[in-house]
């Protein structure tokens, strides 16, 4: 899930392919919760339908060389994920990227598409500082599933769970 701002408040983008399994006619619903007191939840809307037929489509490929990049930035080091296939995926195809801690809990995730990562920023990757330093000091590495934008062409990356240590980032050391 992404967001952004719009002409009319932020505007949320959600990745349902993974969600997709066998073929056939999908729909989804949308209402905004209220707060219980000042405003009341709205009704519910009905997006079109989709016809899914991509239930034996090939996998997107799985990332492969994954590896940290740290960076001087102007805010101090900045923690970006990054690997060697990027070129594989279009520009609307998402990356999902969790992080955990040397204790192997999971410290959280970030997920952009290709052309939300910015390189023309100056970016290198994905950046993870945040996820990084809320925990500060200690082993961090992290595992990115791609979520196809193409769902009838094209399933997401293969993820196992639990995930074996291959489809794991090298250890990133992180000292104060």
């Known amino acids: 899930m992404s967001g952004s701002g719009g002409v009319n408040g932020p505007i949320y983008e959600v990745n349902l392919a993974g969600n997709l399994k066998e073929n056939g006619l999908y729909y989804f619903t949308v209402s905004a919760e ?9 009704p519910f ?6 016809e ?3 239930e034996y489509a090939p996998h ?8 940290w990049k740290a960076e001087e930035g102007s805010n101090g080091l900045q923690y970006y994920a990054t690997w ?4 594989d995926y279009i520009d609307t195809d998402s990356f999902d990227v969790k992080v955990y801690n040397q204790a192997g809990d999971y410290v959280g995730r ?19 500082t945040w996820l990084v330093t809320a925990e500060a000091e200690g082993r961090y590495r992290f ?9 009838n062409e094209y399933r997401s990356s293969l993820m ?8 794991y980032s090298p250890w990133l050391e992180v000292a104060q």
């Open 110 to 128: 970030n997920i952009w598409t290709k052309a939300d990562i910015g390189f023309e920023r100056g970016y290198s990757g994905i950046r993870l």
């Open 84 to 87: 060697d296939n990027f070129d």
């Open 143 to 151: 595992t990115v599933k791609v979520l196809t934008s193409r769902a």
């Open 60 to 67: 997107l490929p799985t990332p492969s060389g994954l590896a």
């Open 160 to 167: 196992p769970d639990p995930a074996p240590d291959e489809y």
């Open 34 to 42: 209220g707060d219980g007191v000042s405003y009341a939840n709205s």
């Open 52 to 54: 899914y037929t991509g």
């Open 45 to 50: 809307v009905v997006s079109d339908v989709f």
